[in-house]
Each structure stands twice: as C-alpha cells, then as structure tokens.
C-alpha cells in the first residue's frame, strides 16, 4: 500500500468519524426533545397550573427548534462528509489503480 493510500485511507476514516460524531449529537438532540415532550405530557396530565403548561410549552418549543437547526446543521454535515467520503474513495480506488497498473508494467518489463 503506497503513502498516497494511506493518506486517503486515513483521511476516509476521519471523515467517516465527523459523520459518526454528527449523528451521535443528532441522536443526543431527539433524546432531549423526548425528554421534554415527556414533561409537558406528565404536566399536562397531573393538572399543573397554566403558568407551569405554558413554561413547558415554551421549553417544549426551545427544545424543537434546537433539534431543527441541529438536523439542518447534520444534514450540512452529513451531505459534505458523503461527498468528501465519495471523493476519498474515489481517489483512493485511482490509487490502487494506479499501483495495480505499475506492478504490472514493471512485471511485463522484468
């Protein structure tokens, strides 16, 4: 495996870890909204006074538009770590070619 390999693998395998990591706080996101969608349910069904509903309800809210501009934010990420991923093994796979190709001009001429 050549240097140029290597180096493609590598920065593959990061690339591929920014979008493992990106999902990862997605998920952490949806958790924390369930939690909170959870707690305005359980007010809702213990009667809180409406003071309380409505202090839920614009947690609730803080929650959802927290997890919206995260699922852009990941679908940004994501959709750049797909074509960095794409362009890495394209390179890499040009690459291998390339070693494949000298092995067997170099074998043809010994």
Do not use: W
Request: no cysteine; glycine share 2%.
């Amino acid at each position: 495996r050549s240097l140029r390999e290597s180096e493609l693998q590598t920065l593959l395998d990061l690339e591929r870890e920014k979008s493992a990591t990106a999902l990862a706080k997605q998920s952490a996101l949806l958790r924390d909204l369930s939690a909170a969608e959870s707690r305005l349910s359980d007010a809702e069904r213990s009667h809180h006074p409406a003071s309380a509903d409505a202090n839920l309800e614009q947690l609730l809210q803080k929650e959802r538009e927290k997890v919206i501009v995260a699922n852009a934010k990941f679908n940004t990420l994501k959709n750049k770590a797909d074509r960095e991923i794409a362009l890495l093994q394209e390179k890499l796979q040009n690459a291998e070619d390339a070693a494949m190709f000298e092995r067997l001009d170099g074998a043809g001429k010994g």
